[in-house]
């Protein structure tokens, strides 16, 4: 068997050439044959027109007579959650009436811990061959830990040398299978996410007083901020009651998430993991009833232009829109500017759920969210160079009025250790 190694650079094939070996048979048939000329030696001469002849002839037939192979390739499933497991199925037919000889072949692929699957498959036969099974190979292997966002798998390189390993060609055979890697959903029960107490709705009460327009209010909770105190409603009934700054009593659940720039890098951890976290969250949301809406904190668009617009999902609706936007989602651009201001004017009319901010670090506009709230969670995660600095954010979010929890993205299972700090009184 005489190969070589495929590489990225033969991702869009090779044409035929001869290997080193065929150059080498190429330069000694030159010179046996010149040494038969001076020597006057017809043996040499012709020996050297046949080692000359030899590779000139192998690269015609190799033109004339290709391998003539059928991929058929299935991956299943071809949408997953980022860590699944995916299983690639890769089958080559010859359907020539020549044979093809023992190859290596490379399966490229995107988003995993590796670029490419590459082996050795053994001689495929004629499609004369009586056995079914000589006629086709199998090429089966698993991909594990696939990174968000839109991967592929193919096209296989197949690398074709001749018996005597004197061409060689490298043939991209099949097409390109797209793969949707959806964000990772963990468990997020240490977040403790109060459910509604009643299906969608959240008890809700009318004050009633001739001296006031009639509001909706409820009953005051930890974090309410004191400025939405309703005064005479709280003399009335003699308990602090809030008030509803919109008349209708659908529970809205909120998810901030900290898109602003990572750099000049292609992966970051943290944001990784903020997506993660985002995604766990809404689908937490989602599960105990309420409406849920995805804001970003800067103006960025995704991997196919589309801009991170404020997604609101019902309760009763499926998230699949929401959970592939944030398959796509990218950071924002240095340059691009803070929708905070715009947040915080629907979470006042909106804000009779849960708040949770997702970020890397200290945020200066959206700590001061925390009021709108019931509960507010801000969840820090960052990498190990960083980590002093999201302790110093945790705090700060800790003394303005959250639930925090802090995690660490460089960790080998950052779910494994969440450390939570309560509001301060």
Known sequence: MHSQTLDSSDLNGRPIRLTRRGVALLIAGCVVAVAGEVLGSTELRFFGLAMLALPLVMVLLKCIVPPRLEVTRTVYPTTVAAGDRLRVVTELRNTSVFGVEPSSYADIVTGA??????????????????????????????????????????????????????????????????????????????????????????????????????????????????????????????ELRIRQEEHHSEAVGMLILDTSDCGDVLHDDAFELSVSVAASVITRLHALGFDTELCGTQETEDIEG????????????????????????????????????????????????????????????????????????????????????????????????????????????????????????
């Open 306 to 425: 589309d801009s991170l617009e404020d997604l609101r999902v019902t309760a009763t609706a499926p998230l699949d829109l929401l959970m592939r936007k944030l398959m796509l989602l990218h950071w924002a651009k240095p340059d691009a500017s803070s929708q905070v201001d715009a947040i915080e004017a629907r979470v006042a009319r909106t804000g009779n759920g849960p708040l949770v901010y997702v970020g890397r670090g200290f945020d200066d506009e959206a700590i001061e969210l925390a009021g709108y709230g019931n509960p507010a969670i801000a969840v820090i995660c960052a990498d190990s160079p960083n980590f002093d600095e999201a302790n110093e954010a945790a705090y700060a979010f800790q003394q303005a009025g959250w639930d925090v929890i802090v995690m660490n993205a460089a960790a080998r299972d950052p779910w494994a250790k969440l450390r939570r700090m309560e509001a301060s009184a």
């Open 113 to 238: 811990d590796r670029s490419h699957v590459g082996g050795v498959l053994p001689a495929i036969a004629t499609r004369m061959h009586p056995r079914e099974g000589r006629r086709r190979r199998r090429i089966a292997y698993s991909l594990n830990r696939m990174r968000r966002g839109v991967r592929q798998v193919g096209p296989l390189l197949y690398e074709n040398i001749d018996g005597l390993g004197l061409t060689r060609r490298v043939h991209r055979l099949g097409e390109i299978t797209p793969i949707e890697v959806w964000p990772q959903v963990h468990d997020v029960d240490a977040f403790e996410i109060p459910a509604l107490r009643s299906g969608r709705e959240i008890e809700v009460s009318l004050g009633r007083g001739g001296e006031a327009d009639d509001v909706i209010t409820r009953e005051y909770r930890h974090g309410d901020p004191l400025r939405r105190v309703h005064w005479k409603a709280t003399a009335r009934s003699g």
